[in-house]
């Protein structure tokens, strides 16, 4: 596995790859769910590249920038193992030289959701994302379900766009008690820990009254918050029943919704979905 940090190395490294290529962009700090990403890449695609990049553009000014965590030779070992043939470790100055001004910004479905309470974060995953797909030049790029707004907001980018790549989506790899896999839940403690489970409790309720017959979203979403209301650790920031492409809320459930939330648990915003239906 070769690993490149400029620009100039990345593309001689990439011009060398067999095709198709597949990338799997991540913020380092890898946990099962990234490899997961990585695994699905090596078996679809000739070539694989992986990139490691703490955004600093998708942080809101109080967010965990500073403190996001890192450890690249952990990262580098994990993505070797997955069978990764290139990793391009840009710094902030190779992504964002002096005199960057120029943005990708996608519209509505940037909105709702996470949008509300992270102005201009999806304006940061969106330049972001363009300028590794620019750089990578990969036919397939494999993101998380577990960010199910990101996923709606760059396959809209890259149909809006004309962008030559296919958005691979990959299901959320969980802990045995439901946890997302986050590289944030390195925050918790062990008390906060057990108490995050309560998400996935939650979402499977409402999942589970889908199925029992239940199509009003208000009492869906009320499913939600009677679960999270019995974790005295865990502070609702939102819960969401949404359409799963336009991410606007639904009144009634005809078929399929996105059923989404994030929580505080200690100083650690969590987030997670599942999609019910269809
Ligand atoms: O999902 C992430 O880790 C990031 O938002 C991404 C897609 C790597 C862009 O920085």
């Not at 596995?1 to 400029?6: A, G, L, N, S």
């Not at 396959?155 to 691979?168: F, H, K, S, W």
């Not at 009254?209 to 005295?232: C, I, K, S, W, Y």
Request: charged content about 25%; glycine content about 6%; overall charge negative.
């Amino acid at each position: 596995m070769k690993t490149v940090t400029t620009l100039g190395e990345l593309r001689a490294a990439r011009a060398e790859l067999p095709e198709p290529v597949g990338l799997v962009p991540t913020m380092g700090y890898l946990h099962p769910g990234h490899v997961s990403l990585a695994r699905r890449a090596r078996a679809e695609c000739a070539g694989v590249v992986a990139t490691i990049f703490v955004n600093p553009t998708q942080f809101g000014p109080g967010e965990d920038l500073e403190n996001y965590p890192r450890d690249l030779p952990r990262d580098l070992e994990l993505l070797a193992e997955a069978g990764v043939d290139l990793v391009w470790t840009p710094t902030p100055e190779v992504m964002y030289p002096p005199g960057f001004q120029t943005w990708v910004t996608v519209e509505a479905v940037t909105q709702p959701l996470e949008g509300v309470r992270r102005p201009g974060h999806f304006r940061g995953v969106t330049t972001v994302v363009a300028k590794l797909f620019n750089g990578v030049q990969p036919q397939r790029a494999y993101f998380g379900q577990k960010d199910a707004q990101q996923v709606v907001v760059i396959q809209r980018m890259a149909r809006d766009l004309d962008m030559p790549v296919e958005i691979v989506v990959c299901p959320t790899v969980r802990e045995p008690d439901g946890l997302a896999m986050s590289s944030r839940n390195s925050y918790l403690d062990a008390a906060q820990r057990e108490a995050a489970a309560v998400l996935y409790r939650a979402l499977t309720a409402a999942r589970d009254a889908f199925a029992a017959g239940e199509r009003d979203a208000a009492q869906l979403r009320q499913e939600m918050n009677d679960v999270l209301d019995t974790e005295p650790l865990a502070r609702v920031d939102y819960v969401s029943c949404a359409d799963p492409e336009t991410l606007q809320e639904m009144e009634t459930v005809a078929d399929r919704a996105l059923l989404s939330m994030a929580v505080f648990v200690g100083k650690a915003r969590l987030i997670d979905n599942i999609i019910v239906g269809g």
